[in-house]
Structure formats: structure tokens, C-alpha cells
């Protein structure tokens, strides 16, 4: 099972997008979800994840801008990204947490640039 990011695109400095995930229902009800991401030529890292529960946590440089969330009733994990930077640059993926590998799929590209 390959978990499918989506709503990635090229957005300019400052800007905002919404990433999602659905999650078949016997993978979101069990685990804990998160977000990460993986820039050229860097390793791949958490950026945000949440708890079956609520609780959340977040990568210091997202902090204040990013949020994430879940909707219980659409098996569905949410990446609320504002004031976006260059530098967040990447391919996002979301995947449980702590994250399979068989649950990696090829996640979708956010490039912010002017």
C-alpha cells in the first residue's frame, strides 16, 4: 500500500498551498500520520505529524506555518502550508509515523519561487 500526497505545485514566496492524503481506513484509524519532505540533494525528514489523538509536532523551521491535521470522517491527513519559503522546497510524502517503507509513494513536488 503506497500512500498518495497530493496538491503540490509551483507557488511564489509568501504564498500558501494545502497538501493532502487519503488513507485507507484500517491504516488512519491505527496510527499516527505525518508529513515529510525531501529537498534535492537532502535527506528526507519529518515535518509535521499528529496523533490518532490530536496531539501534533512539527519541524522547528515550519513552526507557525505549517499545520497539520485529520479528518477522521474522510481518512484524510491535511498539510496547511502559509508564508512559504524557498526553502521549502521539496517533494512532500506523507506516511505514518514513525514511517513504513512500503507506504512511501511518490509524493507530490512543492517548488516555491519568484
Known amino acids: 500500500v503506497q500512500l498518495q500526497a497530493s496538491g503540490g505545485g509551483l507557488v511564489q514566496p509568501g504564498g500558501s498551498l494545502r497538501l493532502s492524503c487519503a488513507v485507507s481506513?484500517?491504516?488512519?484509524?491505527?496510527?499516527?500520520m505525518g508529513w515529510y519532505r525531501q529537498a534535492p540533494g537532502k535527506q528526507r525528514e519529518l515535518v509535521a505529524g499528529m496523533t490518532r489523538v490530536g496531539s501534533t509536532k512539527y519541524l522547528d523551521s515550519v513552526k507557525g506555518r505549517f499545520t497539520i491535521s485529520r479528518d477522521n470522517a474522510k481518512n484524510t491527513v491535511y498539510l496547511q502550508m502559509n508564508n512559504l519559503k524557498p526553502e521549502d522546497t521539496a517533494v512532500y510524502y506523507c506516511n505514518v509515523d514513525p514511517p513504513l517503507a512500503s507506504y512511501w509513494g511518490q509524493g507530490t513536488l512543492v517548488t516555491v519561487s519568484s
Open positions: 481506513g484500517s491504516i488512519f484509524s491505527i496510527n499516527a
